[in-house]
């Protein structure tokens, strides 16, 4: 890792409070709790794969970040390992592979690690109080913190699910069933052409380094699907044979689709003629129809929307779509929208987040998160693979953890929105994830264009 340059002035956020800080903290910590509660010694563990970490790993990782950025590169305070923390838990510097194979800390040792390392972070911010305002520094810093934990709770439950281990038990948990009945939601909007300002601005909340900056961009009117596709939807493609016609692929997609055997989603199992089943964690359960069709990678997409006649939406389609708003004409305003359905951070009403519901719902549900043209669930329940590979905007810069975008610029394809597993507290509609295209264990599906 390389340390903060905090003299180059590349981070900008908003100054929150101590206890703002100091709560975001716990919680995120509490979900890392949660996420690693009641499995056994070799769960934590787990096969070598690529696709997930040892979470025993990941966990003392997740402190190792906090204390690298914050006690140690701002306040030259030593590890509370000493020279182990670099030789166990930088992620850059120890490969992937070789995490199952590390001299790791027990488990009791991992967790009095982590203990350590946030009572060091509490202990820094001084007076806990609602009105006593981190630096900008802190504020920048802590909540990237705080986010980055929240990602690898993210990379938990899918690590979860890949691995078939027991459904987690959340405090936040919710139950979900009228969402889970609330049906389809077919159909196209119309999304008038113009200028639009993509990407975030500088005064932004809290942005990260691949949203530099807000920049005006010009884009075509199109027309872009109500909802994301749904399980039902993607059924169809299947038993049409959508997996075995070469027409529908890329080259690279058949590659990937023929070195994995794949003729249906990767948690799909048949259950007779037309029929199918789902794995969630460790149920099988009736495929849900109305649901988003969920852990696909962008080769599927792809391969679905070639069958179907239609294309995945471009990044700053998918944005326009999201936060942009009509003008009195019709025409495409230029001012947008911090969230799909205005200025107020998401709540269970108008997203579904932070692991409520332990799964997705169906695409009709929750109305009052509409955009301002009518677009459903463009925050929550699942990512959305977008057309284009991941590059950075014409101001970016890179933040203190330099790594964080940089190196997968050219290399990934960019999916917007989160999950119903992704945080609320970080998620802004100008969000930017990323992942390879032959990825599909994480939480993605998509949502389709046409043309107007």
């Not at 997996?243 to 990937?256: F, I, L, P, R």
């Not at 790594?403 to 930017?432: C, H, I, N, P, Q």
Request: contains cysteine.
């Amino acid at each position: 890792m390389v340390s903060p340059d905090w003299q180059q002035g590349r981070f900008m956020t908003v100054q929150v409070n101590t206890a703002q800080l100091t709560a975001m903290m716990q919680d995120a910590r509490q979900r890392t709790m949660e996420l690693v509660d009641g499995l056994s010694a070799d769960q934590l563990m787990g096969p070598k794969i690529r696709t997930v970490n040892p979470l025993r790993w990941e966990i003392g990782h997740v402190a190792y970040w906090y204390e690298y950025f914050i006690s140690r590169s701002l306040d030259g305070e030593k590890s509370l390992l000493g020279a182990r923390a670099d030789e166990l838990y930088d992620s850059i510097a120890v490969v992937h592979d070789t995490r199952w194979d590390l001299p790791l800390l027990s488990l009791e040792e991992t967790f009095g690690y982590m203990q350590g390392v946030m009572d060091r972070l509490v202990d820094r911010l001084g007076t806990i109080s609602h009105d006593t305002l981190a630096s900008e520094a802190d504020s920048f810093i802590y909540q990237f913190g705080i986010f980055h934990e929240d990602m690898h709770t993210e990379a938990f439950l899918w690590g979860r699910q890949s691995l078939a281990y027991p459904t987690p038990r959340l405090a936040m948990a919710q139950d979900v069933t009228a969402e889970r009945a609330a049906g389809s939601w077919p159909g196209y909007v119309e999304i008038p052409g113009g200028k639009f300002r993509m990407g975030a601005e500088k005064d932004a909340p809290f942005l990260f380094d691949n949203e530099k900056y807000a920049h005006e961009v010009t884009v075509a009117p199109f027309a872009i699907a109500r909802a994301p596709i749904t399980n039902a939807e993607f059924a169809e493609f299947v038993e049409a044979g959508g997996y075995s016609n070469d027409a529908h692929w890329c080259d690279d997609g058949k590659a990937w689709r023929d070195m994995r055997d794949f003729d249906h989603p990767g948690y799909w199992v048949k259950d007779g003629p037309g029929r199918w089943r789902m794995r969630r964690f460790e149920y099988d359960i009736i495929l849900p129809e109305n649901e988003p069709v969920i852990h696909v990678s962008w080769y599927e997409a792809s391969a679905y929307c070639r069958w179907a006649g239609v294309r995945l939406p471009t990044e700053l389609e998918w944005e326009v779509a999201a936060l942009g708003m009509p003008d009195a004409d019709g025409a495409l305003a230029a001012t947008k929208r911090p969230y799909p359905w205005g200025y107020t951070p998401p709540t269970p009403n108008c997203a579904n987040l932070d692991a409520r519901a332990l799964g997705s719902i169906d695409v009709a549900a929750l109305p009052d998160g509409d955009s301002a043209f009518g677009c459903r669930q463009m925050l929550g329940n699942v990512w959305e693979w977008t057309a284009d590979t991941f590059k950075p905007f014409p101001d970016f810069a890179p933040d203190s953890y330099q790594e964080y975008s940089k190196d997968l610029f050219g290399k990934t394809k960019v999916l917007r929105g989160g999950a119903w597993t992704t945080r609320g507290r970080m998620m802004l509609g100008t969000y930017r994830n990323y992942f390879s295209p032959d990825r599909w264990n994480v939480f993605s599906g998509f949502r389709t264009c046409r043309p107007v």
